[in-house]
């Protein structure tokens, strides 16, 4: 069977999702009418080596990395040379800004200013001034994300290529991260021999597998519930208002349940994964549970609505920090959609439940739409963000795309305008 490259043919697309439990890497292949995405492979693998977004040993990380290309690459057949990775941690900041330019022409001899076209070099400037805030030394902006436009006094403009105005004005969500960050990621793949494409933040891929239109319209807030961090994005009005990592996410459940036992972090998630609930009224107090504390030969058993005890607690504190997060979006309107949960921990037992209980917001499990083929195995929340990535070089709207070079040197470059300026749907 002959195997084919995504750099022979541009019509693959590669993702890499670089978590802090399992790292995945899904390979699709673009459809001709650039409505969808064929999944061709998909191989996830625990991770190693990175801890909430930093790199701790980056031999074990390359390894791990290694492997899962390999196994995505057995799967779809084909040879992977280039791709898009997610990245996520607290080094990673978001802040919103704006920017106006003057759309001057200078109208015959009369020396007034009058109207004209707004042209694709306008839309690229306007959004170049946008990203002139003072940031640290060791930041640079990972997306330049548009809002909204003005064109003089007309607001909520989505696209304004082509209108008739005097001052065009872009309002933009910034998103920066830890050059140090950006750098040491991007070399780990590249020593692979696989250039990177672009850097991705983890819920703003997610968003873009899961979330439907009407979601970003009239408000949504996307909650990617990892295992080391928990990732926010708030949508509305069609745009991106606020995105922000909180440092903890389902391995603090794991561990609770840990010290509570006794009991090693492996058996602790044994029994996340098979007993616990994040209602404790809704699990059985007669249900027993084995474990073996302090590696003893004489087990031990304790009640699946005692464990779940312990994680609803940790949940409503979790809850805490998302509703603090959800506030700082600062949006007048309810978020008619609630929320939507991805990533590996919204899996927990009666999660969903919880949160519509303790916010009083309607709330679904996020799963990946615009992927066709093997959805028996990738559709689960965990893999919104692998499967966004799939999906980042047709559908998104960022203006900034990271240049690299093939030394691997991380230069913050400015793309003019990679696709034409339009909405993600």
Request: charged share 25%; aromatic share 4%.
């Amino acid at each position: 069977m002959k195997i084919i490259s995504n750099k022979s043919n541009d019509k693959l697309t590669v993702g890499i999702d670089i978590g802090s439990s399992k790292i995945c890497c899904a390979i699709g292949q673009i459809k001709s009418d650039k409505n969808n995405i064929k999944l061709l492979g998909l191989a996830t693998t625990k991770s190693r080596g990175i801890k909430r977004g930093v790199i701790t040993d980056r031999d074990k990380l390359i390894e791990t990395i290694e492997k899962v290309l390999t196994d995505a690459e057995v799967m779809a057949n084909t040879k992977i040379t280039s791709a898009y990775l997610s990245i996520t941690g607290e080094h990673i900041r978001s802040i919103n800004t704006q920017a106006a330019i003057a759309l001057n022409r200078i109208n015959g001899g009369a020396g007034n200013i009058s109207e004209r076209s707004i042209e694709q070099e306008d839309i690229v400037q306007v959004l170049d001034l946008a990203q002139a805030v003072s940031l640290p030394v060791d930041k640079d902006i990972l997306h330049t994300i548009p809002q909204e436009y003005v064109v003089d006094t007309l607001e909520d403009i989505k696209n304004p290529l082509g209108m008739m105005g005097r001052r065009l004005e872009a309002r933009v969500h910034l998103v920066t991260a830890a050059s140090t960050a950006i750098n040491n990621l991007i070399n780990c793949v590249e020593e692979l021999g696989i250039s990177v494409d672009g850097l991705v933040f983890q819920p703003v891929a997610s968003a873009l597998a899961s979330l439907e239109k009407d979601e970003m319209d009239l408000g949504v807030t996307l909650v990617e519930f990892g295992s080391n961090t928990t990732n926010i994005a708030v949508y509305h009005g069609s745009a991106l208002r606020h995105s922000s990592t909180i440092p903890i996410g389902s391995a603090s459940i794991t561990n609770d349940i840990a010290v509570m036992l006794q009991i090693t972090k492996k058996e602790a998630e044994k029994i996340k994964i098979n007993y616990a609930s994040a209602l404790s009224f809704m699990s059985s107090n007669e249900l027993d549970i084995k474990y073996h504390p302090n590696k003893e030969a004489n087990h031990m058993t304790v009640s699946e609505q005692e464990v779940s005890k312990y994680v609803e607690a940790r949940m409503q504190e979790i809850l805490q920090m998302i509703i603090r997060e959800i506030s700082r979006a600062d949006i007048k309107d309810p978020l008619t959609y609630g929320i939507v949960m991805t990533g590996g921990g919204a899996e927990l037992r009666n999660l969903s439940s919880l949160i519509e209980k303790s916010l009083k917001v309607n709330v679904r499990i996020g799963k990946p739409n615009r992927i066709e083929g093997a959805l028996e195995i990738a559709n689960r929340p965990q893999f919104t963000t692998v499967l966004g990535l799939l999906l980042w070089p047709v559908f998104s709207v960022d203006h900034v795309q990271l240049n690299f070079h093939n030394n691997g040197t991380f230069k913050s470059l400015i793309k003019k305008i990679r696709h034409t300026i339009e909405h993600m749907f």
